[in-house]
């Protein structure tokens, strides 16, 4: 829907007419991001599912870099701290290659490392990655709810039930960490 009123022109706007915000968004965004070498903010918003959560969760995007008159083979600064930037050294071959792939082009040859602490944002999303319960894994069941579950004839209720314990159990454990 956003892209909908992008594509309109100017025309179509009329003033005081409600639009989403999400189709103002590269027009307000356009000059900064440019300034870094983002000709969007595609790259920075789904840094997360282009280089996956674990390392995004330890490095963020800073600045990405073309040769003059050019707009490909360019330099993706990535801020990160120094144990982080040497796993990011021997993982570059795969970063470029997904990057590549989410922009579309070869925009990216290399990556320079910028060794900083990362933002607040990311360290309470690696604290969050850590924190986490495996989801697969829920607490055993009581005996005397087995007993219970196990004297229900139907199976497809009985199912249900053990699910509808596993979530319940999976909440609890969370909710006491």
């Given at each position: ?19 989403p ?6 027009g307000?965004?356009?000059r ?16 997360d599912?282009?280089i ?5 969760a330890?490095?963020q995007?800073?600045k ?12 993706l ?9 040497l ?12 990057v590549?792939?989410f ?21 309470d999303?690696?604290?969050t990655?850590?924190s ?5 894994v829920?607490p ?11 004297a229900?004839?139907?199976p ?16 609890e ?5």
């Amino acid at each position: 829907m956003a892209r909908e009123y992008a594509k309109k022109g100017k025309d179509d706007r009329r003033p005081g007419k409600l639009r989403p915000v999400g189709a103002l968004m590269h027009g307000l965004t356009k000059r900064a991001l440019g300034k870094h070498g983002f000709s969007s903010a595609a790259l920075i918003e789904e840094w997360d599912n282009v280089i996956g959560p674990e390392l995004a969760a330890t490095c963020q995007p800073v600045k990405l870099g073309f040769p003059p008159r050019q707009r490909d083979g360019g330099t993706l600064h990535i801020r990160a701290d120094s144990g982080t930037a040497l796993e990011l050294q021997h993982l570059e071959p795969q970063i470029i290659q997904r990057v590549n792939a989410f922009l579309g082009y070869a925009a990216v040859a290399r990556l320079a490392y910028i060794q900083a602490p990362i933002t607040q944002r990311q360290m309470d999303a690696r604290q969050t990655a850590k924190s986490r319960p495996d989801p697969t894994v829920a607490p055993p069941i009581p005996a005397a709810t087995a007993k219970e579950i196990a004297a229900v004839d139907d199976p497809n209720l009985r199912a249900s039930l053990e699910r509808l314990g596993a979530a319940i159990r999976q909440s609890e454990s969370r909710d006491k960490k």
